[in-house]
Nanobody
């Protein structure tokens, strides 16, 4: 079993940047796809970005060009660099892992999750 722990999020002004990190412990996750999801108050959890063990990545249209997902398999970490943040990016962000081949945008394909971290973007 893999346990995921996200770094503390924070409060940032619109246009600013923030970097989230996710650290894994337990069995190695080097061959698993990793993803970031987010959930805003009153909304369903939504896909943000995913990265394969090989480094290939995929982004939601709403964050493409602003967010970058990366991983260091040897350190069991997955990061999400968020630039040009908008108030609409305010949410609890979750790191998740999937043993299913390929890059999925569906929550059901991710079998282990972090506890979530709050990101707030002020106007």
């Amino acid at each position: 079993q893999v346990q995921l722990v996200e770094s503390v999020g924070g409060l940032v002004q619109a246009g600013g940047s923030l970097r989230l990190s996710c650290a894994a412990s337990g069995r190695t996750f080097s061959t698993d796809a990793m993803g970031w999801f987010r959930q805003s108050p009153g909304k369903e959890r939504e896909f943000v970005a995913a990265i394969a063990w090989s480094g290939g990545s995929y982004y939601a249209a709403s964050v493409k060009g602003r967010f970058t997902i990366s991983r260091v398999n040897a350190k069991y970490t997955v990061d999400l660099q968020m630039n040009s943040l908008k108030p609409d990016d305010t949410a609890v962000y979750y790191c998740a892992g999937s043993v299913i081949p390929g890059l999925s945008t569906k929550q059901r394909d991710y079998s282990y999750w972090g506890q979530g971290t709050q990101v707030t973007v002020s106007a």
